[in-house]
């Protein structure tokens, strides 16, 4: 470099500086970012809405996954070593899979009861609540109470909210960036909902059954009435005797459409569906059962627009 530099060299050098500033981000702001591990792929999505570009966001479970039984691969490791907070469901529904997870990735701050856990079912309003005791032995995989709360939107809010308080306490000087974020998503949310609730309205009162019970939350918030299962309880295959007796029920009932979730075979829903008559629809419980699904919105709006489309070729 040379010695002295004269007044235009100096004044080219200033430019140039202030170029490469106003190019690259601000000092820190990609290290500063939250690293965000979730347990499913709607507990990403939701986070996403709130976090924004403050945060980094990835799923471990896909959402075209059984959430109850996914695959721990080590590549997950490495993403919760580096956590700063993981979102989980609850309720159980790891229960097989993520707990390991958290203790192998030997990450502090995302062990159960540190303040980068974040169990999400504690916002929301939780159906299915088991009377008496009920033992995972007994093959249930739903012993505290229905872990599939995310398909209704008062519940999306809900965990929303907490998030975006969650990530405020972690990162207080991005507050008002979380708050607005939430509120912002709130507003979107009320809207969308206005227009759901319409489009449902036609239906409410119908009959429908699901194959595993993924749907209660759903069903409350759009008046749908869930009458049966494909599986005689969560996580018990179906067997000949509980089919025979759900083909009755739904011809007893008028019952309108069987819902399974795409993770699941076909063959014991399609063969209900010839012997009595109701549709047979694939729906998706999760963001990201199909491509085009990419966030909380997306969800309700595939599911509604298959859910109209079987009961309108219903009889
Ligand atoms: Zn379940």
Known sequence: MKKTKNYAGFVIDLLFGLL???AAPPMGAATKKLNVVTS??????????????KISVESIAKGYQDPHFVEAKPSFLLKLRQADLLISVGLQLETGWLPPLITQS???RIQVGAPGYLDASQFSEILDIPQGTVTRAEGDVHPLGNPHYWLDPDNGRRIARGIANKLADLDPGETAYFQRQFQDFDKRLSAAEQR????MKPYRGLKIITYHRSFPNFAKHFGLEVIGYVEPRPGIPPTPSHTIEL????????CKAVLVEPYFDLKTPQ??????????VVYLPSVGGEKQVTTYFELFDYDIELLIKAFQSSH
Do not use: F
Request: a negative charge; charged letters at 25%; hydrophobic letters at 40%.
């Open 40 to 53: 499913t792929a709607d507990m990403a999505a939701l986070a996403q809405e709130v976090g924004g570009d």
């Open 271 to 280: 063969s209900i569906g010839r012997e009595s008559g109701a549709q047979v």
């Open 247 to 254: 083909i009755q029920l739904i011809k007893r009932e008028n």
């Open 106 to 108: 030997g990450n502090p």
């Open 196 to 199: 759901w609730d319409a489009e």
């Open 20 to 22: 490469i500033c106003a």
